[in-house]
């Protein structure tokens, strides 16, 4: 999930992308249900690819970050615009830094929106953000039975999800798989949130909040949507 509601307007909206999002970071302060944040087992992982695919999501499974970043270099075209929401896992295996540093041929959106000085404008661009031809970003909960759980503050992240963005690349580590849609949903309450609520007081000294929430149950759009899980223990 993501606290950006409040940094929306104020200079500490480019913190969001230099801080450390990391849950080690978090986890002491953080009163979460590890039994909701455990690695499932490989039957478990092949039975959420079988229902993320019966719903309409393409997935491809990484055996490593590093793997998972050079999957990403590999899916994502030359000359096409990609945004990035916040997101602790495409932190992890080194996306962002890719995105903002690597040899690429991306319009990258991210770059552009945080160099904008107005708040209107940037705001505007980071409206415009959502309908890039390519949106990555992760998720807080995947049940088995192949449904995706993600939250906001602001809905800067899940906007592009359902309808806007042309192409959307969904990140995780499977250790945000759980038996089922409301164990997902408990997982968003009870792992998700009070991670991110740790860290949006420390970016930005206010609380964070589960105002906007997504489930996204089906992809009606052929190859619109990919899902790339990772057998490690990545973001939360």
């Known amino acids: 999930m993501c606290a950006d509601a409040y940094v929306a307007t104020t200079p500490l909206l480019i913190g ?22 455990t690695l499932p087992s490989d039957e478990a992982v092949e039975e959420t690819v079988e229902n993320l695919e019966a719903n309409g999501f393409d997935v491809t499974v990484a055996d490593s ?9 590999a899916h994502i075209p030359e000359g096409t615009s990609v945004m990035n ?13 890719y995105l903002n540093e690597g040899d690429h041929e991306w319009d990258n959106l991210a770059a552009e929106i945080w160099s904008i000085d107005d708040d209107a404008e940037r705001q505007a661009a980071r409206r ?23 939250a906001d503050r602001s809905g800067s992240r899940i906007g592009a999800y359902p309808f806007a963005a042309s192409n959307v690349v969904i990140v995780s580590g499977i ?36 105002a906007k929430q997504l489930i996204f149950r ?19």
């Open 16 to 37: 969001e992308y230099q801080m450390s999002q990391e849950k080690a970071a978090y986890g002491e302060d953080a009163d979460i249900e590890t039994e909701l944040d």
């Open 65 to 73: 970050a590093e793997e998972a970043l050079e999957t990403l270099q």
């Open 85 to 97: 929401g916040h997101s602790t896992t495409l932190e992890e295996i080194g996306f962002d830094d």
């Open 128 to 150: 415009k953000s959502q309908t890039a031809d390519y949106f990555l970003g992760s998720v807080n909960g995947i049940s088995q039975t192949g449904e995706l759980v993600a």
């Open 175 to 210: 250790n945000k798989i759980v038996p089922t849609l409301d164990d997902a949903l408990d997982r968003l309450e009870n792992v998700a949130y009070p991670l991110e609520n740790e860290r949006a007081k420390d970016a930005y000294g206010v609380e964070s909040a589960i």
């Open 218 to 236: 089906q992809e009606l759009e052929d190859d619109r949507t990919t899902v790339v899980l990772i057998r490690e223990e990545l973001g939360y």
